[in-house]
């Protein structure tokens, strides 16, 4: 999680300067990040009635608003121009950025495995899940983070000059990142991509799951790269210009990756049947409206349960409570 301080407090991110075009590309794709997390943010904390992963939503939005934040202001105060930047600027942004990343990997494992928990075991899910699951959760996680932080900052930097230490607790956090939240993460996301595979051509699966599904492969494939720079090739005795080449492509992904979510929520909130431009707030809801399980899901665990019984499953059957709130079952 948070100590990919360790690798880069003393790496060659703060010794050389970005290419001009790098800075460039990382800014522009920042600034639009900042406007599509920033959208996200303000919807979710004013505009729309929360659930459960509109809570986990709004704090990985948080993260990657954060992450971007630093990313592009470290980059451009770190150009010629503006002169030398202040070492305690450089390192606050530092850490800013490496809480943000990591936060927002644990939030992903987090979200794909409590979806994955209420599709495999749905009604004990729903009557063991504690109420307030989702905030507290974000709250450890957030608190984890920084607490592993402060522990990167003294081991790294504090105590910098002798780097067993420090190699000790990056290669605690690349098993934690790559041996437990990323494999969490596939494992439950090829679960959900085998429960939307199995659901009747009929029936669209929920958009959550799409939203998931997309986001962890958006993730493992723009995101995890810049991991493996901060804990991996740091340590490796090769030249410094695949290191760099590597670090640049690498930072560029990451903010494509942490820009690309809003679009996301909002492509797959949209309805390709309406003509008329919906508002932003109408297709946040749509994509994260989803409950722990959605009205099909519960017409299908109620079939399931009375064929178990009867040996035949009456599908026509609704579920009390499901009716009053959405109406006739309808696919998500």
């Keep these: 999680m948070m100590v990919t301080i360790a690798a880069t407090t003393n790496s060659t991110e703060g010794e050389n300067v970005t290419p001009l075009g790098i800075v460039a590309i990382i800014v522009l794709l920042c600034l639009c990040g900042l406007a599509g997390n920033g959208t996200i943010i303000w919807l979710l904390r004013f505009g729309i009635k929360k659930n459960p992963y509109s809570i986990y939503i709004l704090n990985l939005a948080i993260a990657d608003f954060l992450f971007l934040f630093c990313m592009a202001l470290s980059h451009v105060l770190n ?39 209420s599709v495999l ?15 507290l959760v974000c709250a450890v996680l957030w608190l984890l983070a920084i607490l592993e932080n402060l522990v990167a900052i003294c081991f790294c930097v504090i105590q910098k000059e002798n780097k067993n230490p420090c190699q000790k607790v990056d290669l605690f956090y690349v098993v934690m990142i790559f041996g437990v939240f990323t494999p969490a993460m596939c494992i439950s996301g090829l679960i959900l991509f085998i429960k939307v595979r199995r659901i009747s051509p009929k029936r669209r699966p929920a958009r959550l799951y799409t939203i998931i599904l997309v986001t962890i492969l958006v993730f493992l494939i723009c995101a995890l790269p ?76 109620r079939s399931d349960h009375h064929g178990a019984q009867d040996g035949h499953g009456d ?14 079952p309808q696919p998500i």
């Excluded at 075991?121 to 905030?135: A, G, K």
């Excluded at 599908?315 to 109406?327: D, F, H, S, W």
Aim: aromatic letters at 12%.
């Design 121 to 135: 075991f749905p009604i004990w899910y729903r009557c063991h899940r504690p109420q307030h699951l989702s905030p």
């Design 226 to 301: 810049l991991a493996i720079h901060w804990f991996i090739l740091y340590w490796l005795k090769m030249s410094e210009r695949p290191k760099m080449i590597f670090f640049d492509v690498a930072k560029i992904f990451s903010c494509v990756n942490s820009t690309a979510n809003p679009i996301i929520y909002f492509m797959v909130g949209s309805q390709r049947d309406k003509r008329v431009q919906e508002p932003l707030r109408v297709r946040l809801v749509r994509a994260l409206g989803d409950e722990e399980t959605s009205p099909t899901e519960m017409v299908e665990l």
């Design 315 to 328: 599908t026509n059957e609704k579920l009390p409570g499901v009716t009053a709130r959405y109406g006739d």
């Design 79 to 117: 150009r010629p121009e503006f002169g030398p930047l202040s070492q305690t600027i450089s390192e606050a942004f530092k850490r800013i950025r490496y809480l943000a990343y990591t936060l927002g990997l644990s939030l992903l494992a987090t979200i794909s495995t409590q979806r994955c928990l």
